[in-house]
């Protein structure tokens, strides 16, 4: 069985995840490793970026979690968390 990909967080994720109090901070930390441990799951929506990559958007109360999976290095990328209520 395949390792479980790398979690590579964006500079702007990170100081998100940073700056977030810490119950949101714990929350958001459980998601992305959800997602990092089942990262083929379907996404809720795909969107493209500047360059034409596809990626995917997982809604994860009260996150959206954008990200795209790096196969041939085995890395999970998060480019962007959004708070919704």
């Known amino acids: 069985m395949p390792a479980d990909p790398k979690l590579v967080l964006d ?5 998100y995840a940073l700056a ?5 901070r714990s929350r ?5 490793e959800q997602l990092q441990r ?3 799951e379907p996404p809720d929506f795909r969107e493209q970026d500047a360059t ?9 109360r009260p996150f959206l979690i ?5 196969g041939p290095v085995n890395e999970l990328r998060i480019v962007d ?3 919704v209520r």
């Not at 500079?11 to 100081?15: F, G, Y």
């Not at 954008?66 to 790096?70: E, K, M, V």
């Open 11 to 15: 500079e702007s994720v990170m100081r």
């Open 52 to 60: 034409g990559r596809w990626l995917n958007v997982k809604a994860l």
């Open 38 to 40: 089942s990262p083929a």
């Open 28 to 32: 958001l930390v459980a998601h992305l």
């Open 81 to 83: 968390v959004q708070t």
């Open 66 to 70: 954008t990200y795209w999976l790096d």
């Open 20 to 24: 977030a109090p810490p119950k949101l």
